[in-house]
Nanobody
């Protein structure tokens, strides 16, 4: 199973970016999908997660500004980021809890990360 993330870039404070991530490979289903980030000198932290029924949770720093969504038909998860701040600068990673060859074969897959830089 592979996750491919894209959509990062350089944006000015107050601007917006939309990240996308698509899962591919041998799998029978996907459970929760999420985004994490790791800023310079910081630990990796949860940005947002969404369950298979569409319920979403957000990290404290992203509440009210970010919106996570998923499209199951394309095995994809998206993160709309608005009103970006310099503190949002980080490498953003997508994660998916997937079922490989069967529903007994569960694993967490990670994308390669996409850089988001917010200038002040």
């Amino acid at each position: 199973v592979q996750l491919q993330a894209f959509g990062g870039g350089l944006v000015q404070a107050g601007g917006s970016l939309r990240l996308s991530c698509t899962a591919s490979g041998n799998m029978v289903g996907i459970n929760a999908m999420s985004w994490y980030r790791q800023g310079p000198g910081r630990e990796r932290e949860l940005v947002a997660a969404i369950t298979v029924d569409g319920s979403a949770i957000y990290g404290q720093s992203s509440k009210g500004r970010f919106d996570i969504s998923r499209i199951d038909a394309s095995n994809s998860v998206h993160l709309q980021m608005n009103n970006l701040e310099p503190e949002d600068t980080a490498v953003y990673y997508c994660n998916a809890h997937v079922f490989g060859s069967s529903y007994q074969d569960a694993l967490h897959a990670w994308g390669q990360g996409t850089q988001v830089t917010v200038s002040s």
